[in-house]
């Protein structure tokens, strides 16, 4: 089993910055990439970010390319989203979320393990 332990969130004035953190637990080693999603209330989970393990390259949903970075520490065994020039429609719950792949994917059912979330509110 994983564990992924999210941290980070709160309450930021629209244009602000947040980072979010995933400390990852247990057996790492049977993944390979990790995920951030969000979901806003009423709506379903939707993919932010993906970055590999090994060789830590990404990949960003359309909404967030140029505002939201995705980074790793493997000696951590640590996940970060830096959230830049934040806007009231980026507000939800985050979550990370482990792949036993490296390939990068927008399907929430294709990531094994998950965090309890933490909620980003982005006031206008």
């Known amino acids: 089993q994983v564990q992924l332990v999210e941290s980070g969130g709160g309450l930021v004035q629209a244009g602000g910055s947040l980072r979010l953190s995933c400390a990852a637990s247990?057996?790492?080693?049977?993944?390979?990439?990790m995920g951030w999603f969000r979901q806003a209330p009423g709506k379903e989970r939707e993919f932010v970010a993906h970055i590999k393990w090994r060789g830590g390259s990404t990949l960003y949903a359309d909404s967030v390319e140029g505002r939201f970075t995705i980074s790793r520490d493997n000696v951590k065994n640590t996940v970060y989203l830096q959230m830049d020039s934040l806007k009231p429609e980026d507000t939800a719950v985050y979550y990370c979320a482990a792949r036993t792949r490296y390939s990068p994917t927008y399907n929430p059912e294709e990531y094994a393990y998950w965090g309890q979330g933490t909620q980003v509110t982005v006031s206008s």
């Open positions: 247990g057996r790492t080693f049977s993944t390979y990439s």
